[in-house]
Antibody, heavy 116, light 113 residues
Framework: QVHLVQSGAEVKKPGASVKVSCEAS????????VSWVRQAPGQGLEWLGW????????IYAQKFQGRVTMTTDTSTSTAYMELRSLISNDTGVYYC?????????WGQGTLVTVSS | DVVMTQSPDSLAVSLGERATINCKSS????????????LGWYQQKLGQPPRLLIY???TRESGVPDRFTGGGSGTDFTLTISSLQAEDVAVYYC?????????FGQGTKLEIK
């Protein structure tokens, strides 16, 4: 069955960068995209962007343009999301999702805490 | 960005009763060429990732109980739970995936009365 397994929790200082990984299994990685969604503590869901599992094309939410980079390693069916210049408001749980338009499988989430 | 507005923000319903959540998009998410509305519904239980319930506004995801029904088209959508069960306590989100960014509604918290 389909699984998305994300890397562990991170604590970062303001201004630093974080890179979260998402290893996919149980399906053909190149047949789907991966979207990244985050959730601040006690808040709703926010879409950061999408990357093609086929050719690495990306679409980023304008809010994160210039600060986020999404990449894939097709040899290991792993997607990565790097967010730079972190501020306290970036604290939250970051999810990778299998994107077929709707988001049908979700990783377990990675808690990123930004604190001085 | 397309704004997704859910109502109500919270809802308390008795076990076995019907629960209805509304979602309105600021622009149509209906693609006329295939007559599909690019709208999904998700359920998030406490401490868990969201789970896809409904896609194309009204198609139930595999494994989702048939008490969950999605309806609507264009800009106005509903998620109905026909007979509320204790395990349905959660926050429910709609999301449009027609335009980027793929925006979510603010969420509706569903509780037992």
């Amino acid at each position: 069955q389909v699984h998305l397994v994300q890397s562990g929790a991170e604590v970062k200082k303001p201004g630093a960068s974080v890179k979260v990984s998402c290893e996919a299994s149980g399906y053909m990685f190149s047949n789907y995209g991966v979207s990244w969604v985050r959730q601040a503590p006690g808040q709703g869901l926010e879409w950061l962007g999408w990357i093609s599992g086929y050719n690495g094309d990306t679409i980023y939410a304008q809010k994160f343009q210039g600060r986020v980079t999404m990449t894939t390693d097709t040899s290991t069916s792993t997607a990565y999301m790097e967010l730079r210049s972190l501020i306290s408001n970036d604290t939250g749980v970051y999810y990778c999702t299998r994107d077929r338009g709707s988001l049908d499988y979700w990783g377990q989430g990675t808690l990123v805490t930004v604190s001085s | 960005d397309v704004v997704m507005t859910q109502s109500p923000d919270s809802l308390a319903v008795s076990l076995g009763e019907r629960a209805t959540i509304n979602c309105k998009s600021s622009q149509t998410v209906l693609y006329s060429s295939n007559n599909k509305s690019y709208l999904g519904w998700y359920q998030q239980k406490l401490g868990q990732p969201p789970r896809l319930l409904i896609y194309w506004a009204s198609t139930r995801e595999s494994g989702v109980p048939d008490r969950f029904t999605g309806g609507g088209s264009g800009t106005d959508f509903t998620l109905t739970i026909s007979s509320l069960q204790a395990e349905d306590v959660a926050v429910y989100y709609c999301q449009q995936y027609y335009y980027t960014p793929h925006t979510f509604g603010q969420g509706t918290k569903l509780e037992i009365k």
